[in-house]
């Protein structure tokens, strides 16, 4: 009986921690000196500052999401070292949910105040992947990071160039997401038909636009 529960008690644990308490990374917060040479911290604007939390928020709400993906997916898959697979990456998630977190304090912004919705609509999305089969979850994994990656990119050319920290924190971001899609190829992931990848991108552009106001 507790092998049957464990998978929805870490499920309803992740959606509690992730909602309701402060995330720890397991990882410092990546450095400015890692993208910039050692300069101090430039000055942002007033502009420069709400634009900057504004693209962190995003990103903040995508660190969500994930959260609720990983987890999801891990509490439907019956073979365990899948399951390990997906809890492992929702851990290292984690560090990007904190890292996110931090610069949204740095740079005087909010989080979503949709993120309960968020992470509902994630969860469920998850859960609909990992009915679908292991092969189709993982493939569902492989073109999310894909996405990630290219969303990433566009606020690497929209983050204001003095906010160095950020863009710290995305480069290693993109490199975390890139991995994890290697891994889920590798893994066994099966390719999404067009449809699911434009359904995908569609539902992504809704989530960016409101809660880069929201």
Known sequence: MSSTLDPLLIAADAALRTLFSAPYATRPIPSATATATDAAPLALTDIERREAGALMRVNHVGEVCAQALYTAQAAVTKDKSLREHFLHAAREETD????????????????????????AGAFGLGLLAGRLGDRWSLGFVAETEKQVEAHLDGHLDRLPAADRESRAVI?????????HAAEAWSAGAKELPAPAKGMMKLVSRVMTTVAHRI
Request: proline share 6%.
């Open 171 to 179: 480069v290693q971001m993109k490199m975390d997401e890139a991995r």
């Open 96 to 119: 990007h949910l904190a890292w996110t977190h931090e610069r949204l304090e740095a740079l005087g912004a909010r989080p979503s105040l949709l993120n309960p919705l968020w992470y």
